[in-house]
């Protein structure tokens, strides 16, 4: 078997995580809570399932989960969504990311995409039959430049697959860069498709600019959201897709093809969840901001070069200046992560990972969604290495 998925490696995150289980390491690698997070959440989708609620929903979703998406947008980012016509269930983001391309191109169509990416957007494009246009975001800034943006854009652009806040950089796009990517999809009349799943995951007072709130941009854009990441049960596999009616009634035959429904238990628990109290998300926020803060303090404190992260999970490393001469065959980074995880017992993700081409292989991931003590041990264990 020679086809497009045959020839894929297993995921980073995947390989990574069982590294760090046979090592006995502490897993810093795939972004996921150690929390088990919130009780009251967990409590309500117990109860589903002990009340019944197990046989397919609607379609496209619960109505009243539907409807508490577009009432948590409406409260927190300005947004008019209509939940009947507008908002759309998914079985997690990345099959709303993998329906928008079923759904949206037709192969030959141009694609855009942004460097470093989500190991899962690649694949997807090809597998759909898109022609990648690669955008190149370049360390420690990563910004959307209208240089990267004008090499990548071209009349034949139908879709752009965009990530805001960005795994893995910890970048988050402010207004100025994402008009400027508008203007880039209006020119071209592409769809933009935009995986906000860390919208809720932002730091020191920022707040989270859907693309569906700019100017022009409501009837060509499609906003992708995540229970997992809002709440921090990542298995939970609960996404949420936004998009005007036109784009929505091609969107829902994906889904009605891929998954076609997602477990009403959760769906009826997420959206007890998402009516929650605006203190709970800020302190929330407040909690991961102070881990971000506590990892980067102790990396920088043994002799880390530690780049800024401004929401997500994750933050990152550039290695440059503690090796700077490639090993072996590998890219640095990969056999940076892989000494660290054999050796001192560390699991982190390389960024190389993240590139299609021409990989920037000095900087490595960690995820600092855990636990102080989970923290400290890691850096307890990297001083070793710096
Ligand atoms: N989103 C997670 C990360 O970036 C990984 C999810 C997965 O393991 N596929 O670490």
């Known amino acids: 078997m020679n086809s497009l998925f045959a020839s894929q490696p297993t995921t980073v995150f995947e390989t990574m ?111 759909a039959g898109g022609v990648p246009r690669l955008v190149r975001l370049v360390p420690p800034h990563w910004s959307l430049t209208e240089e990267a943006l004008a090499q990548a854009f071209s009349p034949r652009t139908r879709l752009v697959l965009f990530n805001n806040p960005h795994n893995p950089t910890g970048r988050v796009f402010g207004r100025e860069e994402l008009e400027r990517l508008a203007r880039f999809c209006t020119r071209s009349d592409a769809v933009l498709v935009s995986d906000e799943v860390w919208e809720h995951v932002i730091f020191d007072g920022r707040e989270h600019l859907s693309v569906l709130a700019l100017p022009g941009m409501r009837e060509r854009a499609v906003k992708i959201g995540s229970a997992g ?68 303090a102790g990396l920088a404190s043994i002799g880390f070069n530690v780049l800024p992260s401004a929401g997500t999970y994750f933050l990152n490393v550039d290695l440059a200046p503690l090796h700077p001469a490639p090993r072996g065959g590998d890219p640095r980074d990969e056999a940076f992560c892989r000494t660290l995880v054999e050796r001192f017992g560390v699991a982190a993700i390389p960024v190389s990972a993240f590139y299609a081409e021409e990989a920037v292989d000095t900087v490595i991931r960690f995820c600092f969604a855990k636990a102080d003590s989970t923290l400290d041990r890691a850096v307890e264990r990297l001083e070793a290495v710096s």
């Open 229 to 296: 990441k809002i709440f921090g049960m990542t298995g939970w596999k609960v996404g949420f897709v936004c998009a005007a009616p036109a784009l929505m009634r091609a969107l829902s035959k994906a889904h009605q093809f891929l998954t076609f429904t997602t477990p009403p238990a959760l769906q009826h628990a997420v959206a007890y969840g998402l009516a929650k109290e605006r203190g709970w998300f800020l302190s929330t926020r407040a909690g991961l901001q102070r881990s971000r803060d506590r990892l980067a």
């Open 17 to 127: 995580s069982a590294l760090a289980r046979a090592h006995d390491a502490v897993n810093l690698g795939q972004g996921f809570p150690d929390d088990p997070g919130p009780l009251d959440v967990r409590e309500k989708a117990a109860e589903a399932v002990l009340n019944g609620w197990n046989q397919y929903p609607p379609m496209m979703g619960a109505p009243e989960l539907r409807r508490a998406v577009a009432a948590h947008y409406r409260d927190w980012q300005g947004l008019d969504l209509d939940p009947e016509a507008e908002v759309m269930i998914t079985s997690g983001a990345t099959e709303a990311i993998a329906g928008a391309l079923l759904a949206l191109i037709e192969p030959g169509d141009e694609v855009v995409l942004f460097q470093p990416l989500y190991d899962a957007y690649l694949p997807l494009v090809l597998r």
